[in-house]
């Protein structure tokens, strides 16, 4: 690109070292295209409504609960000994710890209703209808991995009523016929809960689930920008 | 010149397709929206707002830390969160079915909930009527739709009240 004054939409850019990095990146990833196509030249439907947010709330709670759930590992440790002193470490002492820990407690239950939200209006709307049919089974995966998160992040301050509804929580699938047993001995790591229980839900509540939930979000995602924002009836 | 298809009909990589004239007749006659200012300053306004809710919240109901764990001392009454209140109950309900004999009762209720998720799951492949999307022209999807969502709303309340 050799010129003046580069347009990105609304944007009329004269300087020069900004035009030079924009075309250089430009000239190697074709990124004019994508920002014209993706951004600046893209149209949605209008009056998609109040009830039409919940799905993009449900994302950016997700991102808050990423952000603040770092943070919370910053003082957190998952042993028997200490988790339940860290949190409330967190929540007397650590500047800010009881927003974050709030607004990560509150944000999981707020993720849950949001979602529930979403999928009402979805289902009402019919919107899960062909050619969003894949989307809708991606989204109830998607529910299920925030409430695996919820149920595995909700043990880690090691509270009496925590451990109790995990173990409650364990013994359900070992009623199942032959691998019931099994089901519980993995989620427990163990016959009783113990310090490996809370190691396991650790691992799986800030690596496991997190990562597996970020890349189905992406799916979700890649499909709504794919099919576009369903319009009116 | 044949007919236009509706702009909300059209599909995504045809909307794409679009001429900037036609993008602007769209936006002009009020059909669609451009994305960027508009669309996005929505969504950072709306992110603006659940962090203040959760500010808020934080704030005026702050997060409960109960006490330590202790494996030797058995609670009262153990209840699981809101969200899990429902499947807890499902799973209380089950024991009604020891008339089948002593396996049903705990298997019975893990099973319901599995056929309820799979059936969640499936609900756009059930769904035959793939064209009517107003809720008002599907009334045995809305019918079904509200039952499913009487009964999970019901059997929280229930799984808290027990």
């Keep these: 690109m050799d010129i003046e004054t580069l347009h990105l939409g609304p944007f009329k850019i004269k300087n020069k070292i900004a035009i030079r990095l924009f075309s250089a990146l430009d000239d190697r990833l074709g990124v004019k295209e994508i920002v014209d196509d993706e951004v600046f030249e893209k149209i949605v439907p209008a009056h998609l409504g109040f009830w039409s947010c919940f799905g993009g709330i449900s994302f950016f709670l997700f991102i808050s609960q990423a952000l603040t759930g770092m943070l919370l590992m910053v003082y957190y440790q998952p042993t028997i000994e200490d988790a339940h002193a860290t949190v409330a470490m967190i929540m007397n002492e650590v500047p800010f710890g009881w927003l974050v820990r709030g607004s990560h407690s509150w944000g999981s239950n707020l993720m849950l209703v949001t979602i529930m939200i979403h999928m009402v209006k979805i289902y009402v709307s019919g919107i899960y209808k062909p050619p969003r049919e894949l989307n809708w089974v991606v989204g109830i995966t998607l529910l299920l991995l925030t409430m695996g998160l919820s149920f595995t992040g909700y043990l880690l301050p090691w509270t009496q009523l925590a451990y109790w509804a995990t173990v409650v929580g364990t013994e359900t699938p070992a009623a199942l016929p032959y691998v019931g047993e099994y089901i519980r001995y993995i989620m427990r790591g163990g016959e009783e809960i113990g310090q490996v229980t809370l190691t396991r839900f650790f691992a799986i509540h800030v690596m496991l689930l997190p990562v597996i939930t970020a890349s189905v979000i992406g799916l979700h995602l890649v499909q709504i920008r794919r099919q576009g924002i369903a319009g009116p009836m | ?162």
């Design chain 2, 1 to 162: 010149m044949a007919e236009q298809t509706e702009y909300s009909k059209k599909k995504e990589c045809e909307v794409k397709a679009l001429p900037m004239e036609e993008k602007k007749r769209l936006v002009r006659e009020g059909k669609a929206h451009w994305f960027f200012p508009g669309h996005i300053i929505e969504q950072i306004v709306l992110c603006g707002f659940v962090v203040l809710i959760l500010i808020t919240l934080s704030t005026v109901f702050p997060a409960h830390l109960g006490e330590k764990a202790d494996p030797f001392d058995t609670p009262a009454h153990i209840k699981p969160e809101w969200y899990f209140l429902a499947a807890y109950y499902s799973l209380r309900l089950a024991e009604y079915t020891d008339f089948l004999g002593a396996w049903a009762p705990k298997i019975m209720g893990i099973v319901a909930q599995q056929v309820a998720v799979t059936i969640l799951i499936l609900v756009p492949f059930i769904d035959q009527n793939v064209n009517e999307r107003r809720p008002g022209k599907r009334p045995i999807a809305m019918a079904l739709g509200f039952l499913a969502a009487l009964t999970v709303i019901v059997f929280t309340i229930l799984g808290h009240l027990v």
